[in-house]
C-alpha cells in the first residue's frame, strides 16, 4: 500500500488521522477546502526516506506554497483536539515539503504532546500522518466555533478573525477582532478585519459545517480574492449545553400606533406602569361590550401582555390584542372588519388569525351570536345615555385624588406607596368614561365619516374634516391660545429677547405677565414632550420650552394667529330636509365626543404627573435611607419592585445593583438605532432581535397621505425630531415622526403639519383642526423624505405634499 493517499481516498482514520479524514467528508460534503494528500505515518519510519513518488504528486497538487500540517489518529476527535500541540508549518516550497513533513512527524514525540497525552487523552506517543494542502493567501483568517465553547450555548457562533494568515492566532501570538454571531452579528464598534456580512458568512459556513458532521464544530476558516474557505473542521471537545427544544410560537412586536404615547426609550417605571393600566383598561373594555367576567378571568395572560419592550422601546403585543379582540361579541361573524380595529397596516398572519377565535358560526350559533352581538349594542346604547353622569362620577373622583391635602413634601415610604394604590384603586382600575367616550368617539367619528361621503361625495368629507374645528371647550387647544395670548404680552413689553436669555428672571418687574404664566403652569405644568413617560420633565419642573416658544410667539405677525371657524351648516342643503336633520346631530354629537376625548386624555395627564410626584418622593425616600443613590433612579426600578420594597414582597435589597444594570442597558440601547416598526419572533419573546431596516431614498416629489385639517400652506420645512432641544420659527411647517400634547408649544409656531404616524383622530390632527392649521398625517418616512429647511406646499384637504426645491 502506497505511503502516499489523495485526498479523494482519505477517508480511513486509522491510516490518514483525524484531521486528514474530517478534511476527505468536508470535500465530500461538497465544502470544497482546499486540495491536499496525505503522507502515512508509516513513510517517516524504518530509512525515513521520501517517497519515490512524492515529487509526482505534489506537482499534481499544484504550484505551492504549501501548508504541512500534523493529522494524528487521536486528533480532531471527538474527545480530545489536541489543537496547537503538533507542529504545522506554512509556505513551504516544492522542495522543502519532505523535510518539513519529517518535522511536523516529529512533532508528535514532544514534550508538549506527552504532557498533553498525560492530562487529557493518555496513551502511547506515536507520529502522526502528515497532511500536505495547497495554502490560501489569506487577506484574513481566524477560527470560528458553531457553539459557544464557553458558555456552552448552541446556536451563538463565536469568531475570531486576524488579518493574513491565522496561525498567529491558533499558536496564541496575537488576539484576533471578535464576533458573535445569532440571528444578528455583534462585532467590535470599529471592526478592521470583518465586515458585517463576511462575518455572518463564517457564520453560516460553521453552521453548515455542524450541520454536515451532526454536531458543534470548531472550523478554520480563510478569505483570499476568491472568497471564503474552510481550511479543516473539528467537533467541539467541550461541554455544551443540550440544545434547546423546537419552540415555534409566534409572537409579532408593532409599535405603529402606541409610537405616539410611548416614543423612544421607556424607563422601566412608566413601562411597568403602562402595563399596569393597559391590563385594567382592556378587561374593563370588554366587558363593557358583554364579555363575561368568567371568561375574562380565564384569558388574565391576554390581558397581562398586551405590551412589549423591545430594546428600551414600547411595542403591542398584537397576538394578544388578536386574542383580546376575538373575545369580543360578533367576531365570529365577521373578522375582517373587527381586525380593522386593531390599526395596524400589515394584516395579521393566517397562522395567527387561524389559532385564534372560533369558527363561523352556522345555525343555532350563529343566531346566539347575532344575540350576543344585540345585547352588547343594547348596552353601549344605555352607556351612551349614562355617559354624562358617568364622566360626572369620574370627574368627582379624579378631583378627590388630586385635590386631596395629601403632602407629598412630609410623607414617608409606606405612606406614598397607600397613595399609589389610591390612584390605582380609585382611578385606574375604575376608568369607565374616557374609555366609554373613546369608543363612542371612535364609533361616532367613522360613521359620521362614511356617511357625509356617501350622501355629499368628496365635499362632504372636507366638510367633515372642516366641521371639527372651532370647538372652544377643547382642553388640548387651550396651551397655544394662551401662548399666544402671553406672546403678545411680551411682545409689547418688549421681552422677547430677555426671556429667553434670561428665563422666569425677565419677569420680576412684570407681575401681570409673571402671573399669567403661573396660570399657565397651574394648569398645565404636568404637560411636556412624551408627558405619558414618567421620567419625563414637565413644564412645572423646567418651563424653558415654553418660555422660547412664549418668545417665538412674540416676534410672529399677529395677523397670521389663527382664530376660530364657524360651522358652514349650508354644505348639507343638498340633503332633504331628516337627512339634513339627522347629520347635523350626529356630526354636533361627533363633535362633542371629540371635545371630551381630548378633555379626558388631558385629565390622563393629570393623573400620570401625579404618580410621578408620588413616585419622585418614593425616590427621595429611598435615597434617604441608601437604597438609591439619586431620587431619579427610582426609574429604573419597575412598579412591583418600588412598591414591593416598602410592602414587604420585594426580592433583593441591592436596588443599586439593579439601577445600574438597567441604566447601563438603556446607554447602550441610546447607542442604537430605533428597532423597526413591526418584529416577528418565534419561541421566548423575552430578546427579539431583528434585521436592520435599509432606507431607500424616495425622490418622489409629490406625496399623499391622510389630509385631516384643510387649508393651504408653502413655507420652509422644519424637521423636528426633540422638540426640547430644536425649536420652530413662526410660519415653518412642521415635519416630525410622531407628537404628543407636549408638542403644543411647537404647534403654535407651525404654519402647517405634516407627521409620519396618526390617524384622523391622532392628537396632532385635532389640535390642528382647533388651531385651524392644515395637517396630514400618516406620511411615512416624512422626515427621511422631507430635507430641513426645503420649501414645501401642504395642501390638509387632500392630504398632498409637495417639494419645491428638493435635489431630484
Known amino acids: 500500500m502506497s505511503v502516499l493517499v489523495r485526498q479523494a481516498d482519505a477517508s480511513d482514520v486509522r491510516a490518514v488521522g483525524g484531521k486528514a479524514a474530517a478534511l476527505a467528508k468536508l470535500a465530500g460534503f461538497g465544502f470544497d477546502p482546499p486540495d491536499f494528500f496525505v503522507i502515512r505515518a508509516e513513510a517517516f519510519e524504518g530509512t525515513g526516506d521520501e517517497p519515490s513518488d512524492l515529487q509526482k504528486t505534489i506537482r499534481d497538487l499544484g504550484d505551492g506554497p504549501f501548508a504541512v500540517r500534523s493529522s494524528a489518529r487521536a486528533e480532531d476527535g471527538a474527545e480530545h483536539s489536541h489543537a496547537g500541540q503538533l507542529d504545522t508549518v506554512l509556505n513551504v516550497a516544492r522542495e522543502g515539503i519532505w523535510d518539513a513533513a519529517r518535522r511536523v512527524y516529529a512533532s508528535g514525540f514532544g ?18 500522518a502528515v497532511v500536505v494542502q495547497r495554502m490560501i493567501d489569506a487577506r484574513a483568517a481566524g477560527v470560528a466555533f458553531s457553539a459557544d465553547p464557553v458558555t456552552g450555548q448552541r446556536g451563538r457562533v463565536v469568531i475570531s478573525a486576524i488579518a493574513g494568515l491565522g496561525e498567529r492566532l491558533v499558536s496564541g501570538e496575537e488576539d484576533g477582532e471578535d464576533w458573535i454571531v445569532t440571528d444578528m452579528a455583534t462585532g467590535p464598534e470599529t471592526p478592521k478585519v470583518l465586515t458585517n456580512d463576511e462575518a455572518v458568512a463564517v457564520a453560516d459556513l460553521a453552521r453548515r459545517a455542524e450541520d454536515a458532521f451532526g454536531r458543534p464544530q470548531d472550523i478554520e476558516w480563510a478569505f483570499d480574492d476568491a472568497g471564503l474557505h474552510i481550511l479543516q473542521s473539528r467537533p467541539i471537545t467541550t461541554a455544551l449545553l443540550p440544545a434547546p427544544q423546537d419552540d415555534q410560537a409566534l409572537t409579532i412586536f408593532d409599535n405603529s400606533n402606541i409610537v405616539e404615547s410611548y416614543p423612544g426609550l421607556v424607563s422601566p417605571l412608566t413601562y411597568s406602569f403602562a402595563v399596569h393600566v393597559y391590563d385594567r383598561v382592556y378587561r374593563a373594555f370588554v366587558a363593557l361590550l358583554g364579555v363575561p367576567e368568567a371568561t375574562i378571568a380565564q384569558h388574565a395572560a391576554v390581558f397581562d401582555n398586551m405590551l412589549g419592550r423591545v430594546d428600551g422601546r414600547v411595542y403591542y403585543n398584537l397576538v394578544n390584542w388578536y386574542r383580546a379582540l376575538a373575545l369580543l361579541p360578533g367576531f365570529a361573524l365577521n373578522r375582517s372588519y373587527m381586525e380593522t380595529m386593531m390599526g395596524v397596516d400589515t394584516p395579521m398572519p393566517a397562522e395567527v388569525t387561524d389559532a385564534i377565535g372560533p369558527p363561523k358560526p352556522l345555525g343555532l350559533r350563529r343566531f346566539g351570536e347575532y344575540l350576543r352581538l344585540t345585547r352588547a349594542g343594547f348596552g353601549l346604547v344605555w352607556q351612551a345615555i349614562r355617559l354624562p353622569r358617568t364622566r360626572e362620577r369620574f370627574y368627582d373622583r379624579l378631583n378627590a385624588a388630586l385635590e386631596s391635602d395629601f403632602d407629598l413634601e412630609t410623607a414617608g415610604p409606606t405612606d406614598l406607596a397607600a397613595e399609589y394604590r389610591k390612584i390605582e384603586s380609585t382611578l385606574l382600575d375604575q376608568w369607565d368614561a374616557p374609555l366609554v367616550n373613546d369608543f363612542l368617539c371612535m364609533i361616532a367619528f367613522g360613521a359620521s365619516r362614511n356617511l357625509m361621503e356617501k350622501w355629499l361625495g368628496q365635499d362632504g368629507l372636507l366638510f367633515h374634516n372642516d366641521v371639527m374645528i372651532g ?79 412664549v418668545a417665538a410667539s412674540a416676534r410672529r405677525n399677529i395677523a397670521s394667529q389663527h382664530g376660530e371657524t364657524v360651522t358652514d351648516w349650508s354644505v348639507l342643503a343638498p340633503l332633504n330636509p331628516v337627512k339634513r336633520r339627522f347629520a347635523k346631530w350626529l356630526i354636533t354629537w361627533t363633535k362633542a365626543r371629540v371635545r371630551d376625548r381630548e378633555n379626558l386624555r388631558f385629565e390622563r395627564t393629570r393623573i400620570f404627573g401625579y404618580a410621578r410626584r408620588v413616585f419622585l418622593a418614593l425616590g427621595r425616600e429611598f435615597a434617604a435611607r441608601g437604597l438609591l443613590k439619586a431620587p431619579r433612579d427610582i426609574f429604573q426600578l419597575a412598579t412591583g419592585e418600588v412598591l414591593g420594597a416598602v410592602e414587604g414582597y420585594g426580592m433583593s435589597p441591592d436596588l443599586q445593583s439593579l439601577v445600574a444594570l438597567r441604566q447601563a442597558e438603556e446607554d447602550a440601547a441610546r447607542t442604537r438605532p430605533d428597532p423597526p416598526e413591526r418584529i416577528e419572533i418565534r419561541g421566548p419573546a423575552i430578546a427579539p432581535v431583528w434585521a436592520d431596516t435599509e432606507i431607500v431614498a424616495d425622490t418622489a416629489r409629490t406625496r399623499t397621505a391622510t389630509g385631516c385639517s384643510a387649508g393651504k400652506v408653502t413655507a420652509k420645512a422644519r424637521v423636528i425630531r426633540d422638540p426640547r432641544t430644536e425649536a420652530l420659527a413662526p410660519g415653518d411647517i412642521l415635519v416630525a415622526r410622531h407628537t404628543d400634547p407636549g408638542w403644543i408649544a411647537v404647534f403654535s409656531n407651525a404654519s402647517a403639519i405634516v407627521v409620519e404616524r396618526g390617524s384622523l383622530l391622532s392628537h396632532s390632527a385635532i389640535v390642528a383642526r382647533e388651531l385651524g392649521i392644515p395637517c396630514v398625517v400618516g406620511l411615512k418616512g416624512a422626515t427621511n423624505w422631507i430635507s430641513d429647511g426645503e420649501t414645501l406646499t401642504v395642501d390638509g384637504a387632500t392630504g398632498q405634499v409637495e417639494r419645491h426645491n428638493a435635489n431630484l
Open 111 to 128: 514534550e508538549t504532546v506527552e504532557t498533553y497525552r498525560s492530562i487529557k487523552a493518555g496513551g502511547q506517543a506515536e507520529g502522526p
Open 471 to 549: 370647538q372652544g371647550d377643547i382642553v388640548s387647544a387651550e396651551p397655544a391660545r394662551r401662548i399666544a395670548t402671553l406672546g403678545q404680552m411680551v411682545r409689547e413689553a418688549d421681552l422677547a429677547d430677555r426671556l429667553e436669555a434670561e428665563g422666569l428672571a425677565a419677569l420680576d418687574d412684570h407681575p401681570e405677565i409673571a402671573r399669567e404664566l403661573g396660570a399657565y403652569l397651574d394648569k398645565f405644568g404636568d404637560r411636556c414632550t412624551e408627558e405619558l413617560k414618567l421620567e419625563s420633565i414637565p413644564l412645572s419642573d423646567d418651563p424653558t420650552s415654553l418660555l422660547a416658544a
